[in-house]
């Protein structure tokens, strides 16, 4: 075979090329609408965003200034109730499937339908709790949407504590057990806490997935205009509102939908961003 | 032999007494146990931890098995609670339309005259995620096949981190940035350039001003599932070893041939799988939909009309319903919706377990 060029080597270099101008463009494009939605964030929300925006609420329709303040408690009030349902469960839940279900069909099956509980649109959750609590007490109240929240948070937690828990040496497990320590111990004080930092980054990635979240609220927290914290009220929250707000034709409503957003979105890149750094860092490889 | 005594005494344990094979052998009488030795007897009456241990497992297995629970309590509410239409239309609510008796028309939604049927629903969920594929599935492969084969590695952390970043937005901001940015790009400028050059196909008619409807919600829908199909199907290829890609290069193939042959052809089953899990996510996304999809219950044949998916349908309608059968309807159209997320879940779960199962987890 001589060194020249024949054609078909020709074609072949030509669609390799053509291909990787493809893939860069493929990327431009991927991170383009990201750029395009970060920087109009921050165009329109920076402005909007002063002292009132955290301390006042909503002012009535047509009258300027008031703040989101409502949303933004009633926000962490029902993020609270819904770590406070989903984060335990959760963790039990990935210990069975590292320490007492490993290799067994029972632990398959768990996270199969773990990681299809993952799957099931939001607005689905947020009907089954209206129907299985909002229905029965006869009113919207911030425990639905509390236990709305938790349930979404049960299948991510349960895994990441799963592979947080799975990368612990099993030499360490061993070493507790051999110096007497109950199994049970052994699992809480010795394995669980040497993953912890794992399993907290778990819960904060489940924490900010579900902050977003404004379909299972819908039908269950419903929202509230008011400043209200009671469990057994309607509530507002942050994501709720911007979804009202968005919809409304006032344009100072629509300015607070923008800031609001952006406090969201800069709450939700700080724990994207803690949770990387963590995990990259290698600061949960706490056997070493 | 002081230290074995100052020890005894400062963690009060009885002295150890070593009883010598021989002599336990020699000595033991066959009928009488031997008698525990003080070491045995002190740890015997310490107690074990069975209970506790029993009882700690029992508390991790409940939790564990709560997760089938939350799938059925789910399943049984929707079901429960949709039974009205279900008595009343029974499987016709997928399938059969409604002749309006005033004007003959065919209508599907109608709340007053409680004509209830879901298929304009069925129709804009196929038609959004249809789009939403059509777009996304060539740019998310595109970028999985920048960043695990020919990216430089400086660029490959922080690209890699942008891409989940467009996981972690939440809906509304997507459908606010939507509602104000796109849209009015859209209505202004994109969509006169459809219809004038695309207009003889029929897909896109001049009906609907807007700038709403199913391309808008198609495209918004494509931003949102992007991250997911890229991120599984980057780690599908990087599951695929290293000896697969040696071996075409060694053949002498280009990078493309190497990429073509060795990696995406391994790795076909995967990607089909976070296709499909891409799928399932379109299929349930609610509020940015809802807020750029116009909200009629009508099927039109063009892709610039307006229209109602499942989801969105349940999210504008659900709060101001119109009786117990508009209620039922709903929760019905949500039934519909879980079931098929589950079946496309599962599939997608199958197939991408399929193809990185083995893999150590380091690896991905």
Redesign the interface.
Known sequence: MNAENTWNSQF??V??RA??A??????I???A??V??FS??VY?GASSINLDFFIKVPAPVGESGGGMANAIVGSVVVLLLGSLLGV??GI??G???A???RGTR??T??R??????????????G??IY??IV?PQKHFSALAGGVALG?MM??TV?RTTE?ML??VPNSVREAALALGL????S??AITVKTASPGIITGCMLAF??V?????PL??TA?GNEFWSTSLNEPIAAL?LQ??VY??SPYDDW?RL??AG?LV??IL??LS?SLV?YVTSRGVLKGAS | MSEASANATEIHAPRVHFETPQASAIGAAPAAAPEPSDVRKYLYSRG??AI??R???W???I??????A??A??AF??F??SQLTWHAFGLSFFTKGFVDSDTGRLSYWDPINSHFSAIPFIYGTLVTSGLALLFAV??????A???TE?CPGFLRGP?A??????A??????????A???LVPLLRVYVNPLLIKSLGWTGLFNDDNPTGLGFFAAGIILA?MI?PII?SLTREVMTAVPHSQREAVLALGA????M?NMGVLRNARIGIVGAVI?GL??A?????AVT?VIGNTAEIHGSLLANGATM?SV??NE??EAVGDMHTSA??EI?LA??AV??V???I??ILVWAVTRGTP?QNR
């Open positions: 072949r270099t669609k390799d291909v990787t493809l893939a860069i463009l493929a990327t494009l991927v991170v609408p990201l395009a939605i109009y964030l329109k335990p469960i039990a839940a210990i069975f499937l320490e007492y279900g029972l632990a099956a768990v199969f339908t773990a990681d299809v509980l993952n799957g099931v649109p939001s607005i689905v959750m009907l089954a129907a299985l229905v349930i049960i299948p349960c592979e799975l990368m109950p199994n049970w111990k699992v809480l900010a997935r902050a977003g979240e404004t379909a819908l039908f419903l994501p911007i979804y968005a919809l629509h939908a923008w957003a969201l979105i939700i890149v994207v990387r | 074990n931890s506790a241990d009882g700690f497992q508390l991790m297995v939790c564990a098995l709560s997760i089938f939350i799938v309590l789910i509410e929707l429960q609670r060539p740019l998310a492969i595109g970028v096949i920048f960043l020919m690209l981190f942008l891409t989940e970043l467009l972690a937005i939440p809906s509304v901001i997507y459908g606010l940035w509602v104000f940015v931003i992007l890229s280009t990078r493309w041939e990429i899990l399932g996510r299929l349930g996304e609610t509020m807020m989801a349940i999210a659900f709060t709903l929760i949500g919706l879980f997320t589950i496309v879940n599962a997608a779960r987890v």
